[in-house]
């Protein structure tokens, strides 16, 4: 996920630390993470959610899917503000919000999962 995380910071034109800040760490945090050869966490992964809307969630944790969501593979500039564009908008918020939640909610589940795999031992 590190590389995934690397691939959106140089596609939006970010250094390392401006990155972070959007993401609400400090600086370093990237670096940290591959030291310790560990993931974000759920609320990093809500941080890139909101601070990079057009990338997928999906592929982003899972490596598959597209990159950017169908959306936003078009630059704003390039779209007339109407109606239709400004609900869509809202929809990817909700969508992103939504991604968010299933993603704090599927990482509830691995921990239970790990506690009860663990008490069968």
Known sequence: MIERLEIVRKREGLNKAEFERKLS????YLNMLKRRNS????EVIANFS???PRYSLEWL???EGQMLRRMHEFPKKNLKKTNYYHSSEEKIDKISKNQS???QTLLKIEKLLIHL???QS
């Open 117 to 119: 795999l663990q008490n």
């Open 61 to 63: 944790l899972t490596n």
């Open 101 to 103: 939640e299933l993603f």
């Open 25 to 28: 760490k400090s600086s370093g």
């Open 50 to 52: 909101r601070a990079f």
């Open 39 to 42: 993931y974000p966490s759920a």
